[in-house]
């Protein structure tokens, strides 16, 4: 299925749609997104609210749609202007780029390109999140400060993983990658993974999200049997397609018992297994379990 | 008290609904003239109406032998607009096997129904005291959303940009191009509300249909079938069958406004106009883009909604509700689908129905749909001091 509305909330501040000369509250982060049909660009709209809201107090930001026919071919533009626009933000510490609903333009048809000047324009950013990863190209990615990187996709493709692999972030604590499905450009086995479940990438990770995956048990299989295991907090396996393969291979493995959290929701898991996985004596969610065999295993996210 | 025909399919839930209102209300149970005998010309319709009565019409849908005789009543009637629309003699079409959701002759259904509508118009024309509660003429205009979305431009009603006719893909695609829309939303024109829609989106070389028509090839043909899933069509040679299926019966091709979510879904709202009041509302969630199917997707409290939406930007929306209905004046009661869109600085109204107050469960102080319709027939008639 997919995303069909928008972030209440993001880097844990209420997200308000920016609407000029009509503030927020103090600690929310502002979407700025181009109405259907609206006859504003976007450098336009970017304009308009760093004229209101631009300086150091701005910390936090959220790209909705812009252009719509530019949404199917490129978000250069948006990455331009946001780029220019550096000096006007200059302690911008999330963004999350591309809060874009199902309705208003498909994941996998998100055209991006190359996003690489966005994280060097902030060097105070602590959170980055896209969404979308058709033609993304994220270049030699190095941040002293980002803590949360995530990528939310429909189909993450497996000539962007080594990108990700080589990133230079010593301070990464959060790392999520939306996987997908193989029909939309996903990995169709986990072997791809493997550079990041050795366990030598981001010493400082806590959280790793393999989300919406439409081999969640194969990927299951390979975290749990991963030497990264031991240094996380919190294992995300959400949003994709778990049956109990999966599950008994989480719950096989001495690692998970010391997780913080194991996130599982939106999954096929029997309740049996269920009942095993809630025993372990850690944080499990399994909400929003689904019923389907083989084939008929959606998962959040495939388009 | 007045007295009330129904016209409409006996034994349908509709028509029993109906007649539970009328007990509560302490009103006489209702004459049920059924659409096949009004097919059939066996009606004696000007016999119940004899002497006066309120002539409420209900939707003539989920019944067989009544969409085959409407096809069949169809066949004969001149075709103004949708020329290219499939075809069937009346006798070959009073025999039409039943396939389960199978999409038959929308628009020479929809023909036969206009014809039975119109006719049923000019036999009570001249019957004293008869009240159409809701008109024929309008109730024709309602079914077709061409039509009707014209009427709700001409009234000032915010709708989605139109795109204009298309009889084929091609110039389907063509429109799109024209317009500078790759997405839209492509209606059959004459089918009921949620049969027959396709959200369709070009990108580059890409084409995407999301809807729940089901294409089945055998022997060499193609047919559509209404299906309970929603279906993804990718491939170019099953999107261009699907739309070479569709365009030929009338479409309504207008842009894809996208819609506000609630609760991790899209939402929109129909909402029940009476009297020139709204009235009932009820709000549906979907994790797809086709929101007004009832069997997929969820219902939400219109509180929720109505907490979430600004109160001036509600305002807007009701007004247009009432506007919409106002489009149609002979009618007591118009159903209409509307959504806001994301972040709620806007709506649209995307259909107004004429069958639009099936809504179990949803009450308005207390009333169901029908209970409300009857509560402003009974002020009309003490206001106006008669009876």
Request: glycine share 8%.
């Given at each position: 299925?997919a995303?069909?509305?928008?972030?209440?909330?993001?880097?844990?501040?209420?997200v308000?749609?920016?609407?000029?000369?009509?503030?927020?509250?103090?600690?929310?982060?502002?979407?700025?997104?181009?109405e259907?049909?609206?006859?504003?660009?976007?450098p336009?709209?970017?304009?308009?609210?760093?004229?209101?809201?631009?300086?150091?107090?701005?910390?936090?930001?959220?790209v909705?749609?812009?252009?719509?026919?530019?949404?199917l071919?490129?978000?250069?533009?948006?990455?331009?202007?946001?780029?220019?626009?550096?000096?006007?933000?200059?302690?911008?510490?999330?963004?999350?780029?591309?809060?874009?609903?199902?309705?208003?333009?498909?994941?996998?048809w998100?055209q991006?390109?190359?996003?690489?000047?966005?994280?060097?324009?902030?060097?105070?950013?602590?959170e980055?999140?896209i969404?979308?990863?058709?033609?993304?190209?994220?270049?030699?990615?190095?941040?002293?400060?980002?803590?949360?990187?995530?990528i939310?996709?429909?189909?993450?493709?497996?000539?962007?993983l080594?990108?990700v692999?080589?990133?230079?972030?010593?301070?990464?604590?959060h790392?999520?990658?939306?996987?997908?499905d193989?029909?939309?450009?996903?990995?169709?086995?986990?072997?791809?993974?493997?550079?990041?479940?050795?366990?030598?990438?981001?010493?400082?990770?806590?959280?790793?999200?393999?989300?919406?995956?439409?081999?969640?048990?194969?990927?299951?299989?390979?975290?749990a049997?991963?030497?990264?295991?031991?240094?996380?907090?919190?294992l995300?396996?959400?949003?994709?397609?778990?049956?109990?393969?999966?599950?008994?291979a989480?719950i096989?493995?001495?690692?998970?018992?010391?997780?913080?959290?194991?996130?599982?929701?939106?999954?096929?898991?029997?309740?049996?297994?269920?009942?095993?996985?809630?025993?372990?004596?850690?944080?499990v969610?399994?909400?929003?379990?689904?019923?389907?065999?083989?084939?008929?295993?959606?998962?959040?996210?495939?388009? | 008290?007045?007295?009330?025909?129904?016209?409409?399919?006996?034994?349908h839930?509709?028509?029993?609904?109906?007649?539970?209102?009328?007990?509560?209300?302490?009103?006489?149970?209702?004459?049920v003239?059924?659409?096949?005998?009004?097919?059939?010309?066996?009606?004696?319709?000007?016999?119940?109406?004899?002497?006066?009565?309120?002539i409420?019409?209900?939707?003539?849908?989920?019944?067989?032998?009544?969409?085959?005789?409407?096809?069949?009543?169809?066949?004969?009637?001149?075709?103004?607009?949708?020329?290219g629309?499939?075809?069937?003699?009346?006798?070959?079409?009073?025999?039409?096997?039943?396939?389960k959701?199978?999409?038959?002759?929308?628009?020479?259904?929809?023909?036969?129904?206009r014809?039975?509508l119109r006719?049923?118009?000019?036999r009570?024309?001249?019957?004293?005291?008869?009240?159409?509660?809701?008109?024929?003429?309008?109730?024709?205009?309602?079914?077709?959303?061409?039509?009707?979305?014209?009427?709700?431009?001409?009234a000032?009603?915010?709708?989605?940009?139109r795109?204009?006719?298309?009889?084929?893909?091609?110039?389907?695609?063509?429109?799109?191009?024209?317009?500078?829309?790759?997405?839209?939303?492509?209606?059959?024109?004459?089918?009921?509300s949620?049969?027959?829609?396709?959200?369709?989106?070009?990108?580059?070389?890409r084409?995407?249909?999301?809807?729940?028509?089901?294409?089945?090839?055998?022997?060499?043909r193609?047919?559509?079938?209404?299906?309970?899933?929603?279906?993804?069509?990718?491939?170019?040679?099953?999107?261009?069958?699907l739309?070479?299926?569709?365009?030929?019966?009338?479409?309504?091709?207008?842009?894809?406004?996208?819609?506000?979510?609630?609760?991790?879904?899209a939402?929109?709202?129909?909402v029940?106009?009476?009297?020139?009041?709204?009235?009932?509302?009820v709000?549906r969630?979907?994790?797809?883009?086709l929101?007004?199917?009832?069997?997929?997707?969820?219902?939400?409290d219109?509180?929720?909604?109505r907490?979430?939406?600004?109160v001036?930007?509600?305002?807007?929306?009701?007004?247009?509700?009432r506007?919409?209905?106002?489009?149609?004046?002979?009618?007591?009661?118009?159903g209409?689908?509307?959504?806001f869109?994301?972040?709620?600085?806007r709506?649209?109204?995307?259909?107004?129905?004429?069958?639009?107050?099936?809504l179990?469960?949803?009450?308005?102080?207390?009333?169901?749909?029908?209970?409300?319709?009857?509560?402003?027939?009974?002020s009309?008639?003490?206001?106006?001091?008669?009876?």
């Amino acid at each position: 299925m997919a995303i069909s509305k928008h972030a209440d909330t993001f880097a844990g501040r209420p997200v308000r749609e920016y609407e000029p000369g009509k503030p927020g509250p103090a600690d929310c982060a502002y979407r700025l997104a181009l109405e259907h049909d609206d006859g504003r660009t976007f450098p336009e709209l970017l304009d308009e609210f760093l004229t209101e809201h631009g300086g150091p107090e701005l910390t936090a930001l959220v790209v909705g749609p812009w252009d719509y026919e530019d949404m199917l071919e490129s978000s250069a533009e948006l990455v331009e202007a946001l780029v220019g626009a550096k000096d006007r933000m200059p302690d911008l510490a999330a963004l999350y780029f591309g809060d874009i609903t199902y309705d208003e333009c498909e994941m996998s048809w998100i055209q991006h390109g190359d996003v690489s000047p966005l994280l060097p324009a902030f060097p105070k950013l602590d959170e980055f999140r896209i969404r979308g990863t058709t033609n993304v190209t994220f270049g030699t990615i190095r941040h002293p400060n980002l803590r949360s990187f995530a990528i939310e996709s429909g189909g993450l493709n497996e000539e962007l993983l080594p990108e990700v692999w080589a990133a230079e972030l010593p301070r990464l604590e959060h790392l999520e990658l939306w996987l997908g499905d193989g029909y939309y450009g996903g990995i169709a086995t986990a072997a791809p993974l493997a550079p990041l479940l050795s366990g030598n990438l981001f010493p400082n990770l806590k959280y790793l999200g393999l989300r919406n995956s439409r081999i969640a048990d194969e990927v299951a299989k390979a975290v749990a049997a991963s030497p990264i295991l031991e240094r996380l907090e919190v294992l995300d396996l959400s949003l994709g397609n778990m049956g109990d393969e999966g599950a008994r291979a989480l719950i096989a493995s001495p690692a998970v018992r010391k997780l913080r959290k194991l996130d599982l929701h939106h999954h096929y898991i029997s309740d049996e297994v269920a009942a095993e996985l809630r025993a372990l004596g850690i944080a499990v969610d399994l909400n929003d379990r689904h019923e389907g065999h083989g084939d008929d295993r959606y998962i959040t996210v495939s388009e | 008290m007045r007295r009330v025909v129904v016209v409409g399919n006996p034994g349908h839930k509709r028509v029993s609904f109906f007649q539970q209102a009328l007990a509560r209300r302490g009103w006489p149970p209702a004459g049920v003239v059924p659409w096949l005998d009004v097919i059939a010309g066996r009606d004696r319709l000007e016999d119940a109406a004899a002497g006066g009565a309120l002539i409420r019409l209900d939707s003539p849908g989920q019944d067989f032998e009544v969409e085959r005789r409407l096809i069949a009543r169809g066949a004969d009637e001149p075709e103004d607009e949708d020329a290219g629309a499939a075809a069937v003699p009346a006798d070959a079409a009073r025999e039409l096997p039943f396939e389960k959701g199978r999409l038959l002759y929308p628009r020479q259904w929809y023909r036969g129904f206009r014809a039975v509508l119109r006719s049923m118009e000019e036999r009570l024309a001249d019957v004293p005291g008869v009240r159409w509660l809701n008109r024929p003429a309008d109730v024709i205009d309602l079914f077709d959303k061409r039509r009707c979305q014209e009427r709700l431009a001409v009234a000032g009603v915010s709708i989605p940009a139109r795109l204009g006719p298309a009889r084929c893909y091609e110039e389907l695609l063509a429109r799109m191009r024209e317009a500078g829309r790759p997405r839209v939303f492509v209606k059959l024109a004459c089918g009921s509300s949620g049969s027959g829609v396709v959200a369709f989106a070009v990108g580059g070389p890409r084409v995407l249909a999301t809807t729940t028509v089901e294409l089945v090839r055998s022997g060499g043909r193609t047919r559509m079938f209404n299906s309970r899933r929603l279906r993804r069509y990718e491939n170019p040679a099953d999107v261009a069958a699907l739309f070479d299926g569709l365009c030929p019966e009338g479409v309504q091709v207008e842009e894809w406004v996208p819609k506000a979510g609630l609760r991790d879904r899209a939402c929109d709202l129909r909402v029940l106009v009476v009297g020139g009041s709204e009235r009932h509302a009820v709000v549906r969630l979907s994790q797809t883009p086709l929101t007004n199917l009832h069997l997929l997707n969820d219902r939400a409290d219109v509180a929720e909604l109505r907490a979430v939406v600004p109160v001036e930007k509600w305002e807007a929306a009701m007004a247009d509700c009432r506007r919409t209905a106002a489009a149609f004046p002979g009618c007591l009661h118009v159903g209409v689908d509307l959504a806001f869109t994301p972040g709620f600085r806007r709506h649209v109204v995307f259909e107004a129905n004429a069958f639009g107050d099936l809504l179990p469960g949803a009450l308005w102080n207390g009333l169901d749909t029908y209970e409300v319709e009857l509560a402003a027939l009974e002020s009309e008639v003490t206001s106006s001091g008669a009876s």
